[in-house]
C-alpha cells in the first residue's frame, strides 16, 4: 500500500492546485495554456510561479522521499522530441491538454472534456499496443 502514497499525495497536489487556481484566479489549470500563455506574455507573473511550482514539484519530492524515482528510456532522442511535438500540437487542436480537460473538465462535467480525456486514453492504448508496449 505504501507503494501507492506517493502517487495519492501527487495527486491529490494536483486537484488542489487545479482547484485553488479556479478559485482564486477564475483560471483552468491546463499545462498547455498556461505555458502558451506565459510565452504570449499574458499575466507573465501568475502563469511563471506555475510553471515555476511545476518545476520545483520533482525537488520537493526528492526532499520529501529522498530520491527521485528511477525512470529508464530506452530510446533514442528522436522518438521523444517527435513525441513530445506531436503532444504539443495535439493540444492546441484539442484545445486543451490532459490536464486541463482530464482534471479540471471531468470535475466541471464538461461534455466536451468527457469526449477529449477519452480520445486520450484510446489513443494512449492504441499507439502502446502498436508499439508493443501492452501485450
Given at each position: 500500500?505504501?507503494?501507492?502514497l506517493p502517487s495519492l499525495f501527487g495527486g491529490m497536489l494536483l486537484g488542489l492546485s ?118
Amino acid at each position: 500500500m505504501t507503494s501507492y502514497l506517493p502517487s495519492l499525495f501527487g495527486g491529490m497536489l494536483l486537484g488542489l492546485s487545479a482547484v485553488l487556481l479556479l478559485l482564486i484566479n477564475g483560471r483552468v489549470a491546463g499545462i498547455s495554456g498556461i505555458v502558451g500563455r506565459l510565452l504570449g506574455g499574458q499575466h507573465a507573473a501568475a502563469n511563471g510561479a506555475f510553471v515555476l511550482g511545476l518545476l520545483a514539484g520533482p525537488l520537493l519530492y526528492a526532499a520529501v522521499f529522498g530520491s527521485l524515482p528511477k525512470l529508464t528510456v530506452d530510446t533514442s532522442w528522436l522518438p521523444v522530441v517527435v513525441s513530445g511535438l506531436l503532444v504539443g500540437i495535439g493540444t492546441r487542436m484539442g484545445s486543451g491538454c490532459t490536464s486541463g480537460h482530464g482534471i479540471v473538465g471531468l470535475a466541471r462535467l464538461s461534455a466536451r472534456s468527457l469526449v477529449a480525456t477519452a480520445a486520450f486514453l484510446c489513443a494512449g492504448i492504441v499507439t502502446a499496443t502498436a508499439m508493443g508496449v501492452m501485450k
